[in-house]
C-alpha cells in the first residue's frame, strides 16, 4: 500500500460525457501528478501539482482539466468523452515539487476508465 | 532525463536471482537511476533509487557500474509474485518520469 488513493476504482461512461478522478496523496506530500496508461502506449505523464498550483504539464489534451485542492487532494476532469480515453488513470504523489531528484513519487491503485 | 535501454522480457525460475539490465550510457552526473515495476494493471510500485554507489533495501538490490552508464536491478530470491514489468528510468529532477517499455519478467516455478 503506497498511501495514495483513487477513486472509483472503475468507472464506465459514453461518449460526450463527463467524468472526475479523485486522488488523496500521502499524508506529507504536497505533489500530485496524474498519468495516463493506454493498451496501446504506456504511461504518459498528464499534469502535476504542487500545493495547489499547476507545477508541470504533458501530453495532457485540452478536453483534460486538473485541480489541487486546499486539502492537498486532486481531481481529474475528462470532459467530451472520445473511445479512445479509455484506460487506466493513475495518480503519484511526492514530498516535494521542484528539483529534487531523489524525491520519490509513490502510485495509487489507478481508475479505469471505460468509454463506450 | 537520459533515455535506457532495456530487454523486452526475460524469464527467472522461481527461487533463483533475477538480474534485470538496464542501459543509460548517456546519463549525467546528477542524474539518478530509479527502478520501479507494474505487476498486471497495478499502480506501478517504487522498488529502489541510486545514483553513484550500489544500493540494498528490503526489495532488491541496484548496481551501478563505474562509468554509471548500466545498472543492473537484482532480486535475490524471485517468487512468482514478482512476475511484473520492470521500468528503468533516469531523472534528473524532472517533475515527471517517463516510462519506456520496461521488461517483462516472468518468474517460472
Known amino acids: 500500500d503506497s498511501g495514495v488513493t483513487q477513486t472509483p476504482k472503475h468507472l464506465i461512461t459514453a461518449t460526450g460525457q463527463r467524468v472526475t478522478l479523485r486522488c488523496s496523496p500521502r499524508?506529507?506530500?504536497?505533489?500530485v501528478y496524474w498519468y495516463q496508461q493506454s493498451l496501446d502506449q504506456g504511461l504518459q505523464f498528464l499534469i502535476q501539482?504542487?500545493?495547489?498550483?499547476?507545477?508541470a504539464k504533458g501530453n495532457i489534451l485540452e478536453r483534460f482539466s486538473a485541480q489541487q485542492f486546499p486539502d492537498l487532494h486532486s481531481e481529474l476532469n475528462l470532459s467530451s468523452l472520445e473511445l479512445g480515453d479509455s484506460a487506466l488513470y493513475f495518480c503519484?504523489?511526492?514530498?516535494?515539487?521542484?528539483?529534487?531528484?531523489?524525491?520519490?513519487?509513490?502510485f495509487g491503485p489507478g481508475t479505469r476508465l471505460t468509454v463506450l | 532525463d537520459a533515455k535506457t535501454t532495456q530487454p523486452t522480457s526475460m524469464d527467472c525460475a522461481e527461487g533463483r536471482a533475477a538480474n534485470l539490465p538496464c542501459n543509460h550510457s548517456t546519463i549525467s552526473g546528477n542524474e539518478y537511476v530509479y527502478w520501479y515495476r507494474q505487476i498486471h494493471s497495478q499502480g506501478p510500485q517504487y522498488i529502489i533509487h541510486?545514483?553513484?554507489n550500489n544500493e540494498t533495501n528490503e526489495m532488491a538490490s541496484l548496481i551501478i557500474t563505474e562509468d554509471r552508464k548500466s545498472s543492473t536491478l537484482i532480486l535475490p530470491h524471485a517468487t512468482l509474485r514478482d512476475t511484473a514489468v520492470y521500468y528503468c528510468i533516469v531523472r534528473t529532477g524532472a517533475n515527471n518520469l517517463f516510462f519506456g517499455t520496461g521488461t517483462r519478467l516472468t518468474v517460472i516455478p
Open positions: 501539482y504542487y500545493n495547489g498550483e499547476e507545477r
Open positions: 499524508s506529507g506530500d504536497l505533489s
Open positions: 541510486g545514483l553513484k
Open positions: 503519484a504523489s511526492r514530498k516535494g515539487g521542484g528539483q529534487g531528484a531523489a524525491d520519490t513519487q509513490y
